[in-house]
């Protein structure tokens, strides 16, 4: 309990430092040492399968883009018509803010009790899924139909990015070239750390059938070590207008929409499993789901095509 | 009150499954073959949509699928009653449209993939996807993927041109959208909080009047007013409508705006019958007049076409929120059997047809004279007749001059503001007639007008391009034939207020 | 659950601070961070509520938990979309605000 308090505050602590740093920098580096902390908030909240998504997703990979966005945007201009707001619209903002947030904390305060939930009917369909960890029988099985439509949504954020390729570029290779140096210390690491990751990744993936982890988690891990080797400059991005690069994209989805249908003729309608095959349906769908969506995630840090393949 | 799957169920799974697959196909394909993908998709589910139409039409109920068969709480449940139906059709046909208006525009050269097409067939059946799952979605955080489904497709459709001006406005629509979206998440968390489900009809049964409840709907009432521009969330849509290409802010103001009215609608009149809220609902119709006021005034004022059309959606979507005020009754009455109701699903759907097929004449009219400047089209309806005729049939609508849907379906909010003895709502209703009078025959004067010198025309506008035009503004004349009493169609599926699943 | 309520209340405050963070700054990506900010509150309200569902054996309500992993996705495509037209905005226009603050 006491840990809680000292923990919570701590995130309280780190939350003002980010919106109050005065350089974005420092307040994207607050960011991340936020997210790392609502992890830990996660784990004494018994959810660790949501600790290592905010992790490696939330705060790892959102602040891989956002501090690659602060250092490109260091050198803005802010015209004088873009001035901070004054003392007045930030003191009127705080009592808002403040009215919020007391708002919101007396509601939190009175939740019903007994809390109600669906713990019990999900422990009592878990058998039918053949799964041991109950949030990935939420994500893949009861809620199944969520979790397809949002790796659509993922699939189109990036569309949406690669849409703003200015027009010479399109089809050609996102982000920077990195020059890997044989004697760097980038490089090195980048050398040690990948093989180890890509398996911590798929072991993580594998092992979410039964126990925390799960296809978003491992994915985002093999989407981090593909940054690292990029940033070390022991690969190069593909060109997006490659046919293999989307099939890969859209393997996941395609998998899943393709198994969901055959739910009609198999079992009782659309996403819905013979409760014989049901946990071997469901790792057949995981697997592209887990490479689209590292291979999504991955592109979605790089960005936008920004040149052309050399001939 | 159907407590499983209903026959025909399937169909609303084909209703969502059939564009996105189509979106997955073209990304695959090539942009040489999006287009036809997305062609060869609209006819089979525009049959689909119809189908479901025809479902809820005959059983003179709601059709009803849970996904997986897993039953609601723990499963998702897709629902199409009578307002989905309307609302999935109006959809359908108005696709079809946008893509026969926009296969010239859009179309690829046989030998390379060019970025413009590709994005805008992809994302066109994205939003299509994404509006279908909107209109049968049983399940609030079904909904909050579908939403951010629709907002992910259509913010790169704004910014499609690339220009500096179109990529501050996509990023602003994304900035509100984002805003809504967090608002709508935390109103779903207090509703699983306090009663332990996200299903709309389960919710319904055990929503009590209470401060949790109070939050949770001003919360994502107010997340989906931020969606749906009303004013004061307003400012992010004229630039974002306006510069976004004509066949996509036919879309994008036809429908991509109203998916979140809809589903304020289905906060109002599905979550909450058992507790009517009258007092709040007239803030809402406040906020509703404020829109058509200050949209209209402020179209009255713009010296491009695109931004007046654009501002003009700014108030028709005003005249949406009159309904909330005139249906929600004090005691526990069926709001749906009013003619407020009727009035207000018939005003989002005649405006859809009405302001997608202006949308597109103004692009036609901008790409035969090279820009959209009002002061600048004089000769235009003598060079253009049939584009600029289509362009007066939907501001018919706008107007609220018989025969047109608008027509009917602002008599009806007329009347039902006179019923109900709140006679404030039928002196904004005509107001806004007659301000949107003002800016149609701005627009339309100047077109008619004689040129000081001979128009030249940098191309010519193909014939079949000015008949979809046409074809959608006829829709939106054709819904005056509408009968001036309440649906029966929108009455189906309604649900009984003390029943639902168990 | 008083250790669930604690955080309950540290994820009122994230979201107040987040919303002041959005309204004080016009640089666009420090509103874009306010906004992972209001959403890390919002998770964690998610988390709260799981965790008082407690029941059957697991330490919280599945269920919930699901839906924040889901949420979690879905606000990373959004930063990085967001992220990607402030870049490309800054690339025509050297700005990284708004002119009109929205």
Known sequence: MVFDIGLALLIVAVAVWTIAARDTFAAV???????????????????????????????????????????????????????????MLRAAAAVLCTVVSAGLAAIVLVLPHPAPTLAPQAAANMAATGLGNPVTAVLMAYRAIDTLLETVVLLLALLGLWSLTPDPFWGGLP?????????????????????????????????????????????????????????????????????????????????????????????????????????????????????????????????????MPQQ | MPHSTTAGGFLLVLAIVLPVAGMLLSLVLGGRHAQRVALILMPAELAVVLAIAFGVWRTHNLLQYFVGNWNPPLGVAFRADGLSAAML??????????????????????????????????????????LNAVFIGGDLFNLYVALELLTFAAVPLVSLDGRAETIAAA???????????????????????????????????????????????????????????????????????????????????????????????????????????????????????AAILVGSVVALQQARLKLLIAYSTVAQIGYLFLMLPLAVKAE?????????????????????????????????????????????????????????FAFALGGISLMGLPPSGGFIAKAMLLTAAVAEGQWWWAV??????????????????????????????????SPSRQAVVVALALCAVLLGFVPLRPSELLQIGRPAITTGLR | MSDATVYGLCSAVLVGLGLFGLIVHPELLRKILAFNLIGGGVFLLFGVVARRGAAAGFGGDPVPQALVITGLVVAFAATALAVALLRRLFQETGRTTLRSDG
Not at chain 1, 58 to 79: M, Y
């Open chain 1, 29 to 87: 580096i607050g960011f991340v040492a936020f997210g790392l902390l609502l992890a830990l908030a996660w784990v004494r909240l018994a959810a660790p399968d949501v600790a290592l998504t905010e992790a490696a997703l939330g705060s790892g990979v959102t602040g891989v883009v956002l501090l690659g966005a602060s250092t490109r945007l260091r050198h803005a201009e802010i015209s004088a018509a873009d001035k901070k707001p004054g003392a």
């Open chain 1, 175 to 307: 982000g920077r070239r990195h020059h890997d140096d044989p004697d760097g210390v980038l490089t090195f690491a980048a050398q040690l750390l990948v093989p180890v990751g890509i398996l911590v990744g798929i072991h993580i993936f594998w092992v979410g059938s039964v126990a925390p982890g799960g296809e978003f988690q491992g994915a985002t891990i093999l989407a981090a070590m593909w940054i690292l080797a990029a940033m070390a400059g022991l690969v190069d991005a593909p060109p997006v207008s490659r046919r293999w690069l989307r099939l890969i994209l859209v393997a996941g989805p395609a998998v899943f929409f393709t198994i969901g249908l055959a739910g009609f003729a198999m079992a009782d309608g659309f996403l819905a499993y013979p409760e014989s095959h049901a946990k071997l349906l469901i790792v057949m769908i995981e697997v592209p789901v887990t490479l689209s969506i590292a291979a999504t995630l991955a592109l979605l840090v790089a960005g936008p095509p920004e040149r």
């Open chain 2, 89 to 130: 059709v109006t959809a359908a046909l108005l696709v079809c449209g946008i893509g026969l208006f926009a296969r010239d525009q859009f179309s690829s050269p046989e030998q390379a993939e060019t970025r413009a097409p590709l994005v805008f067939w992809t994302l066109l059946l994205a939003v299509w996807g994404a």
């Open chain 2, 171 to 289: 990023l602003r629509y994304l900035l509100f959208a984002l805003f809504g979206s967090i608002l709508y998440l935390l109103a779903a968390v207090l509703f699983y909080g306090a009663y332990g489900t996200l299903d709309i009809i389960l919710l319904s049964a055990r929503i009590q009047p209470e401060p949790v409840a109070w939050a949770a709907i001003s919360l994502m009432t107010a997340g989906l007013l931020a969606k749906a521009a009303l004013y004061p969330f307003h400012l992010w849509l004229p630039p974002a409508h306006a510069g976004a290409p004509a066949p996509a802010s036919a879309i994008l103001s036809g429908l991509v705006v109203k998916a979140p009215f809809f589903l304020v609608i289905r906060l109002w009149f599905d979550i909450m019958p058992r507790m009517p809220e009258p007092a709040a609902a007239q803030v809402l119709g406040i906020l509703g007049a």
């Open chain 2, 332 to 388: 526990t009455g069926h709001p749906w059997s009013t003619v407020a109701w009727t009035g207000g699903v018939l005003q989002a759907i005649s405006h859809a047809f009405a302001k997608a097929a202006m949308f597109m004449a103004a692009g036609l009219i901008a790409e035969a004279l090279g820009h959209d400047r009002i002061a600048g089209l004089a000769g235009i309806g003598r060079a253009l007749p049939i584009t600029v």
């Open chain 2, 428 to 461: 904004i209703v005509l107001t806004g007639g007659l301000l949107a009078g003002g800016y149609v025959f701005l627009v339309l004067a100047r077109a008619l007008a004689d040129p000081i010198e001979p128009l030249r025309l940098l191309t010519t506008v």
